[in-house]
């Protein structure tokens, strides 16, 4: 009998401590919040694109539960970013692609602040993503975040060759050529001319 009450008081010990795991807590994270700037990100994959930081575009996080409560500790590998046009993204690693800078802190609060090892384009922005749940996606119904991300990496299959150069070309120069947003790297943007050129280079060859 003793031993049957042991047992029973580790099986409630073993439910309390789960209890306070943070991912128990994330429902559907209609009540999470993430912001940013408006802006253009140059990723490539070997991760030595733009940071978001440096270019005035750090998304700031903050998760809650469903009684609105902030979640704390929440790992900063465990909050990433997606793109928001479904999977044109070649994010090297999966989520592991960009992190938080930091915990979630007692408020449940974090910045995402680095560089993102990702190739592909994806203009329609894109979404924090906590422990997979992606914030203000489906019911939730939220804009995504005005960040364009643009790679080198044209073709979205991890690195930059002659392949993703012959794409550049068909833009290169615009005008005369017909404009691609995706190949508009650097300022002056809504034309494709050597600055843009110039940044594609760097990253000639990288790959993840
Ligand atoms: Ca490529
Ligand atoms: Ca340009």
């Known amino acids: 009998m003793s031993r049957l009450l042991v047992l029973l008081l580790l099986a409630l010990i073993v439910l309390v401590s789960q209890s306070d795991d943070v ?13 940013a700037a408006a802006g253009v990100l140059l990723c490539c994959p070997q991760g030595d694109g733009d940071a978001l930081a440096a ?39 999966g989520s592991g692609a960009i992190a938080a ?3 979630t802190n007692q408020n449940g609060e974090t910045t995402i602040v680095a560089k ?5 384009c994806d203009n329609s922005g894109v979404r924090a993503v906590v422990q997979g749940i992606a914030i203000g996606a489906g019911i939730c119904a939220a804009p995504c975040l005005p960040i364009k991300i643009r790679s080198p990496d044209l073709n979205a299959n991890y690195v930059v060759n002659l392949v993703d150069f012959a794409v550049f070309g ?14 508009d790297f650097a300022a002056p ?18 790959s993840c």
């Open 23 to 35: 991912g128990a807590e994330i429902f559907d994270c209609c009540d999470c919040t993430a912001t």
């Open 55 to 93: 270019n005035g575009l750090t998304v700031y996080v903050r998760v809650v539960d469903n009684v609105n409560a902030p979640i704390a500790n929440i790992p900063a590998y465990d909050i990433w970013l997606t793109g928001c046009a479904g999977d044109v993204l070649a994010m090297c690693g």
């Open 101 to 103: 800078s930091a915990p």
């Open 116 to 120: 993102f090892a990702t190739g592909g």
């Open 170 to 183: 068909t833009a290169y120069t615009s005008p005369p050529k017909a404009y691609n947003e995706c190949l």
């Open 189 to 206: 943007f809504g034309t494709i001319t050597l600055p843009d050129f110039a940044r594609y280079g760097v990253h000639s060859n990288h």
